[in-house]
């Protein structure tokens, strides 16, 4: 958090890749001005997070990409989600990967970066 009346640091654009080099569900991790960050595909869109845990600091972006299980009011599971949701590779916390927002506690988020695409190039912005 920047304290109040602080200057934030300027983000930087990197060109993480070509939008033909990421497909439809995959994932690259890369290193950029020694952030380590994970840039995801889903449904076509571009994500980053940066590679660290908010729990104990594990390789977050390395762990699978799933669904997860939906609330409902039965007492049945019902898998949804597919797709959208990264496991941590370490103790298996769920997060979406378009906000980084925890499925197992709403004030958990892991960090995220915002991404653009210009001219076929998808641009992380840390
Ligand atoms: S370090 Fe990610 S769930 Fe524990």
């Not at 949804?80 to 988020?109: M, N, Y």
Request: hydrophobic fraction near 35%; charge should be positive; aromatic fraction near 8%.
């Amino acid at each position: 958090m920047v304290p109040r009346g602080a200057k934030r640091k300027a983000k930087k654009k990197y060109v993480a890749c070509r939008s033909s080099d990421l497909p439809l569900g995959e994932r690259m991790i890369l290193d950029l001005d020694g952030k380590n960050v994970g840039l995801f595909n889903v449904g076509g869109q571009y994500f980053a997070l940066h590679n660290r845990c908010p729990h104990t600091g594990g390789p977050l972006c390395l762990g699978p990409i799933t669904g997860t299980a939906q609330p409902t009011t039965g007492r049945n599971f019902e898998y949804g989600r597919e797709g959208s949701i990264l496991r941590c590779a370490w103790h298996g916390w769920e997060f979406e990967i378009e906000t980084g927002q925890s499925l197992v506690d709403p004030k958990i988020r892991a960090r995220k970066y915002p991404v653009t695409v210009e001219d076929g190039e998808v641009m992380v912005h840390i």
